[in-house]
């Protein structure tokens, strides 16, 4: 960590990165590869995380959160992907769905969410994507229509992080077509409201801890007091945390690479081959010099990016940078430290391949390499 960041950082910053690196290396990383075996959702994970004061990152201290900096919520989050990147993207979903309520929701149903979201005694889930619509989170289907007091759900979401136990959704929907991204609204509902259906977990490459899959609606009815974000206003706030969401994901590429490196190193010190160590070999030591500068590169963006949005500068390009290259470097930095580490780096006795498959995943989250290739490129030449 540099130090002109640290100057930045406050005490609850400060006191929340230390309990998430504790916690990160004792309890994640006793049970990270198991989860990721058994391909299941890391529940006892997010109850410990509660536990530990990890739910309610971004909510105001009054309502019993901890209300830490963005640039304290990115380092949180290193800290705990260079352990495990599904559970650190199971929490920041969470954390971010229980600070838009801290910040949007009002009377009954603020007190009625926001406690157990903040505790940790409910989990948390956005529902933005569907089957057919990815990254044009304009085009979204799910149909509310409004009768009388109540409104009724119809359709299906996909690529739900939380899904499989998620306790609160935050559904976007569509309540007029015509109206395109100015019709889209957001309800809170309650996971066990009759007519919501969930798809058991997605079979993925891996991240399996983070719980994905696909909720469906049909004829769901809900209060008219579940009606979080009115229209007009879904589209914007579905789009406003994206750029702090993109840089959250390169500062979870950091904590992997920065793993990965040291794991290597430490690795080739002690292996010997052909009389020397591997690590007195210049194609090891250069290989590892090439994935060091990313890192120190990735870390840069990544941080620089995040300073604006603390500072309350648009980012969205920094956002876009940060997150194409540190996706693109992890991946590749991942590989060359499992390769120098010859067949050894394949064993599951260590996070690499673990990470590796994470890696692959952070290429499509929070919008796909190529939606950051548009953003990048319209800053340039429109």
């Known amino acids: 960590m540099h130090s002109s960041n640290l100057e930045t950082l406050s005490q609850t910053d400060l006191a929340a990165?230390?309990?998430?690196?504790?916690?990160?290396?004792?309890?994640?990383?006793?049970?990270?590869?198991?989860?990721?075996?058994?391909?299941?959702?890391?529940?006892?994970?997010?109850?410990?995380?509660?536990?530990?004061?990890?739910?309610?990152?971004?909510?105001?201290?009054?309502?019993?959160?901890?209300?830490?900096?963005?640039?304290?919520?990115?380092?949180?989050?290193?800290?705990?992907?260079?352990?495990?990147?599904?559970?650190?993207?199971?929490?920041?979903?969470?954390?971010?769905?229980?600070?838009?309520?801290?910040?949007?929701?009002?009377?009954?149903?603020?007190?009625?969410?926001?406690?157990?979201?903040?505790?940790?005694?409910?989990?948390?889930?956005f529902l933005l994507t569907e089957p057919a619509v990815g990254s044009d989170a304009a085009s979204i289907s799910?149909?509310?229509?409004?009768?009388?007091?109540?409104?009724?759900?119809?359709?299906?979401?996909?690529?739900?992080?939380?899904?499989?136990?998620?306790?609160?959704l935050s559904v976007y929907v569509q309540t007029d077509e015509t109206l395109g991204h100015r019709?889209?609204?957001?309800?809170?509902?309650?996971?066990n409201t009759p007519g919501i259906s969930r798809t058991p977990a997605y079979e993925l490459i891996g991240g399996h801890g983070l719980g994905a899959n696909g909720i469906n609606f049909e004829d769901c009815r809900v209060s008219g007091?579940?009606?979080?974000?009115?229209?007009?206003?879904?589209?914007?706030?579905?789009?406003?945390?994206?750029?702090?969401?993109?840089?959250?994901?390169?500062?979870?590429?950091?904590?992997?690479l920065r793993t990965a490196l040291s794991t290597a190193s430490s690795y080739v010190r002690n292996r010997e081959a052909f009389g020397a160590r591997l690590a007195d070999l210049q194609g090891v030591r250069f290989k590892l010099a090439d994935v060091a500068t990313n890192l120190?590169?990735?870390?840069?963006?990544?941080?620089?990016?995040?300073?604006?949005?603390?500072?309350g500068r648009d980012a969205s390009v920094e956002a876009a940078h940060a997150k194409k290259f540190s996706t693109r470097v992890t991946e590749s930095g991942i590989a060359s430290c499992m390769q120098v580490m010859g067949a050894n780096g394949a064993k599951r006795d260590h996070p690499l391949p673990r990470h590796l498959a994470a890696s692959r995943l952070t290429h499509y989250v929070d919008g796909a390499t190529e939606i950051q290739d548009v953003v990048i490129s319209r800053s340039l030449l429109d």
Request: charged share 20%; net charge negative.
């Open 17 to 125: 990165i230390d309990r998430a690196t504790r916690w990160g290396t004792s309890f994640v990383a006793e049970r990270a590869e198991t989860w990721e075996l058994e391909r299941r959702f890391a529940k006892e994970g997010f109850e410990s995380a509660g536990q530990h004061q990890l739910t309610g990152l971004l909510v105001p201290e009054i309502d019993g959160g901890e209300a830490i900096s963005k640039l304290g919520l990115a380092r949180v989050l290193e800290e705990i992907a260079a352990t495990d990147f599904a559970i650190a993207f199971s929490l920041v979903c969470h954390n971010n769905l229980a600070g838009s309520v801290a910040r949007n929701a009002t009377g009954d149903l603020r007190s009625e969410v926001l406690p157990g979201l903040v505790t940790g005694s409910s989990l948390g889930a």
């Open 142 to 168: 799910v149909t509310a229509v409004r009768d009388g007091d109540e409104w009724t759900l119809n359709g299906e979401k996909s690529w739900v992080t939380n899904g499989t136990h998620a306790d609160v």
């Open 183 to 191: 019709g889209i609204a957001t309800f809170l509902i309650n996971a």
């Open 225 to 256: 007091e579940s009606l979080f974000l009115p229209p007009g206003e879904g589209f914007k706030a579905a789009m406003e945390g994206i750029d702090l969401a993109r840089v959250l994901v390169s500062a979870m590429c950091c904590g992997m």
């Open 296 to 311: 120190e590169a990735s870390r840069l963006l990544t941080y620089q990016a995040v300073q604006s949005l603390e500072d």
